[in-house]
């Protein structure tokens, strides 16, 4: 309150002051040109300018107000345009997340074609179309969205084949991939995309291939990485033997010591890969060679999956693969594996007694059907016949407990 009576004192006082001096002094000016003569006090001059500003500055609110309005009312306009294309992008966002695909690709390729950095809607519609189906609809707006931003090809490739790898088009999202690992070989997005895909299509030998470059350029995490190379080498050496069609023994034999000897030799005592090796060499029929695997494998040092398959294959001498998993027995006496694995040894050498010993105590320790059953085949060849059926059964319910959780339907009587 009191700044107001300041201000109005100030003002009272200004105007005394200018009042004094139009009564001193009148002023005079004159403007001439040509036949032109304007004359007049130098107040009155000053109050016609002070009109004229006021009126300018009238007149431009006028219009910029006109303007404004206009433009809300156009539907036309810049700020219309700019306002449809934010709620296109927002409600063509809302659909992709939930799911919404046409209405999801009708607001984004909206959005795309009004938007001067239009990639991610285009990318976006083009999900859509994809997931509806529309293949040729979502490879022409990607190519459409090349034709805009050139240098997004990389990002847009790589889009593309994930998309075709969703499709089931998986020799085209490979050949998207080839193409770009050609043209950028060190980007890490490009070489992760093409170990998923190697792995989808179980292309163990192209996934080997890459390692070195996924070592290289750190795409994967080291602990990854080597469950990763394990894998791959594994699926390899299970799939070697079988690649080249229906051959003879001879050639899968050929090509499963192919894959065995291209291993490392700090890989060659992988027990996994050990394992995976054995094993093919037993559903090839090489099984004295699967036990010397084996046996070398399990005195480097013990595993009890090892252990599991050593009492399935057939050594070329039963009494020394006997005493051999004897002598693993004593650092190992509670590894249920080894145990059944003796047993099985020892009905390959008909040592009946010394067989149920080892079953019994294995299924003691744990309850396996693989053992029921073995335990069960013994007990009915010595000829008791109902604890051998009582074997069974309970092998066939650790089989599937759920089966026999559900209650059998009323039998329906004639």
């Given at each position: 309150m009191k700044r107001f009576y300041v201000l109005l004192f100030i003002a009272i006082a200004v105007a005394a002051l200018i009042g004094v001096a139009m009564a001193e002094h009148t002023g005079y000016v004159l403007i001439s040109y040509q036949s032109f003569r304007?004359?007049?006090?130098?107040?009155?001059?000053?109050?016609?300018?002070?009109?004229?500003?006021?009126?300018?500055?009238v007149v431009r609110g006028l219009i910029g107000l006109l303007t404004t309005s206009g433009g809300l009312v156009n539907p036309w306009s810049r700020r219309n345009r700019r306002r449809r294309v934010q709620m296109a992008v927002s409600q063509g966002q809302m659909d992709?997340?939930?799911?919404?695909?046409?209405?999801?690709?009708?607001?984004?390729?909206?959005?795309?074609?009004?938007d001067p950095q239009p990639l991610l809607y285009y990318l976006g519609a083009a999900r859509a179309a994809n997931e509806q189906g529309r293949y040729e609809e979502c490879d022409t707006l990607l190519e459409r969205a090349l034709q805009r931003q050139p240098q997004a090809e990389l990002a847009i490739a790589l889009s593309h084949a994930q998309l075709q790898q969703d499709r089931g088009d998986t020799d085209g999202a490979l050949v998207t991939l080839t193409a770009m690992h050609e043209r950028h070989p060190h980007n890490p997005q490009v070489l992760r995309q093409l170990q998923r895909l190697h792995q989808v299509r179980g292309d163990w030998s192209a996934l080997i291939r890459l390692m070195p470059e996924l070592r290289k350029d750190k795409v994967l995490?080291?602990?990854?990485?080597?469950?990763?190379?394990r894998r791959a080498w594994g699926q390899n050496l299970s799939l070697a033997p079988w690649r080249e069609g229906e051959g003879a023994q001879a050639t899968g034999l050929a090509a499963l010591d192919q894959a065995w000897k291209a291993l490392s030799s700090a890989q060659r005592q992988e027990p996994a890969l050990v394992l995976a090796y054995a094993e093919q060499l037993r559903r090839l029929g090489a099984e004295a060679q699967a036990e010397e695997v084996l046996r070398a494998a399990l005195k480097r040092g013990y595993d009890s999956h090892l252990a599991r398959l050593y009492g399935l294959v057939r050594g070329a001498d039963n009494s020394r693969q006997l005493q051999a998993a004897e002598g693993w027995l004593k650092a190992h006496a509670d590894d249920p594996s080894l145990l059944l694995t003796l047993g099985r040894i020892c009905l390959q050498g008909r040592l009946w007694g010394k067989a149920r010993d080892y079953l019994e105590s294995s299924l003691r320790l744990q309850p396996n059907p693989e053992t029921c059953a073995e335990l069960a085949r013994l007990l009915a060849q010595l000829g008791e016949t109902e604890r051998s059926n009582q074997l069974f059964q309970q092998g066939l319910g650790m089989l599937d407990e759920r089966l026999l959780a559900r209650p059998l339907p009323a039998l329906s009587r004639a």
């Open positions: 304007f004359e007049s006090s130098l107040w009155a001059a000053l109050g016609l300018l002070l009109l004229v500003w006021l009126l300018v500055v992709l997340a939930e799911g919404r695909w046409a209405s999801a690709q009708r607001h984004l390729q909206r959005a795309a074609e009004a995490p080291p602990a990854e990485l080597a469950e990763l190379e």
